[in-house]
């Protein structure tokens, strides 16, 4: 599930984890990974299980990488040895019971991988899987496409670097959904696939062109749960956010609550919303204003950011209602710069723990 390189395979330690170049939040909330270590040291694995939820279904809790460089880093969240991609997944689902694959945004799934996900995690983990970046009107590199999609496309797009959903025959891309839903049936015959979360870019604005393709979507996954997440404020300004939630309500799909740095065009408000009673997901970005719409950024640097007890406190509220209204409740940290994702990850779930009132 790795996220484009940010760093090559030998980097030591010192390199992955050293100070940012990018600018740098302050102290409490890029303390380094030694000081997130101590954090969880006092709560332990309090995201081990899932939380039993007022609905009578569960809260699962988790992080939206397990391979990042940063994390996979010596000392940082892996025990010393555990480092082949089944040894790290089987000691991750140990520790949280769901995780985000991030893997398939960039090349399809394959049946092999989701038999493999399924034979080296619990019977009762939970995969949710990002959606495929030409399943959401973002580009896709023509050479991670499978062999058999990428020269069933006329000439001039092989030659391309970049292709996007628009530009492809019919054909080509009905397959690319095919392709997709086929690679996760083994995860769904099993009872682990969770979602799939279709990520909408900055330039998807509201309007009834772009609501016909996220219904689109959820017709081609089919019976496969769907969770929607904005990254254009269009959609939740005073003109149309009572409409977009009546949408999501009327298709059951999932609003992708988030928690991310505010101000910016691709900016959506922590609006704490349930549009399905079959799953509620809520996402967390970071708050790192400096680095979020910054160019030339490595992804890990945009989301290189530790929250605090308090940022956490202000959703308990929100994901114990959400959970009183949907069956299944996903939350996961994107913020995943070594430990930080995995440290409030733990930290959530003892404050959701906690006796209320």
């Known amino acids: 599930m790795p996220?484009?390189?940010?760093?090559?395979?030998?980097?030591?330690?010192?390199?992955?984890?050293?100070?940012?170049?990018?600018?740098?939040?302050?102290?409490?909330?890029?303390?380094?990974?030694?000081?997130?270590?101590?954090?969880?040291?006092?709560?332990?694995?309090?995201?081990?299980?899932?939380?039993p939820a007022p609905s009578g279904g569960s809260i699962?809790?988790?992080?939206?990488?397990?391979?990042?460089?940063?994390?996979?880093?010596?000392?940082?969240?892996?025990?010393?040895?555990?480092?082949?991609?089944?040894?790290?997944?089987?000691?991750?689902?140990?520790?949280?019971p769901l995780v985000e694959v991030d893997a398939t945004y960039y090349a399809l799934p394959s049946r092999r991988t989701s038999e493999l996900w399924v034979e080296r995690t619990p019977p009762d983990f939970t995969f949710d899987i990002k959606a495929h970046a030409l399943m959401t009107g973002q580009p896709s590199e023509t050479r991670r496409l499978p062999k058999d999609l990428r020269t069933a496309l006329p000439g001039e797009l092989q030659a391309k670097p970049r292709i996007y959903a628009k530009d492809l025959p019919v054909e080509?891309?009905?397959?690319?959904?095919?392709?997709?839903?086929?690679?996760?049936?083994?995860?769904?015959?099993?009872?682990?696939?969770?979602?799939?979360?279709?990520?909408?870019?900055r330039w998807f604005f509201t309007?009834?062109?772009?609501?016909d393709l996220i219904v689109e979507a959820k017709d081609r996954l089919g019976d496969i749960r769907a969770a929607v997440e904005f990254r254009s404020a269009s959609w939740f300004n005073d003109k149309n956010i009572e409409r977009t939630l009546r949408f999501l309500e009327e298709h059951n799909l999932a609003l992708v609550m988030v928690d991310g740095p505010q101000g910016f065009k691709s900016s959506v408000p922590a609006i704490?919303?349930?549009?399905?009673?079959?799953?509620?997901?809520?996402?967390?970005?970071?708050?790192?204003?400096?680095?979020?719409?910054?160019?030339?950024i490595p992804t890990v640097e945009r989301f290189r950011y530790l929250y605090d007890r308090g940022e956490l406190e202000e959703w308990v509220p929100r994901i114990r209602e959400a959970a009183?209204?949907?069956?299944?409740?996903?939350?996961?940290?994107?913020?995943?710069?070594a430990n930080y994702g995995s440290t409030n990850a733990r930290e959530l779930a003892a404050l959701l723990l906690e006796p209320e009132g």
């Open 60 to 96: 699962r809790i988790g992080t939206a990488s397990w391979t990042d460089p940063t994390m996979t880093a010596s000392g940082v969240f892996y025990p010393t040895g555990a480092d082949s991609a089944e040894e790290r997944l089987t000691y991750y689902a140990s520790r949280f």
């Open 207 to 211: 309007s009834s062109e772009n609501r």
């Open 324 to 337: 009183s209204q949907a069956k299944d409740t996903h939350v996961l940290m994107n913020n995943c710069y």
């Open 3 to 51: 996220r484009p390189a940010t760093a090559t395979a030998t980097a030591s330690r010192e390199e992955l984890l050293g100070p940012s170049r990018y600018g740098t939040p302050d102290a409490r909330h890029d303390p380094g990974p030694d000081a997130a270590e101590e954090r969880v040291e006092r709560i332990g694995d309090a995201a081990a299980e899932p939380i």
């Open 272 to 296: 704490a919303a349930t549009t399905s009673p079959d799953l509620a997901v809520v996402r967390f970005h970071g708050r790192r204003a400096e680095t979020w719409e910054a160019k030339g």
């Open 172 to 201: 080509v891309r009905t397959a690319v959904w095919e392709w997709f839903v086929d690679g996760l049936e083994p995860l769904r015959e099993s009872g682990q696939l969770g979602s799939v979360l279709l990520q909408f870019p």
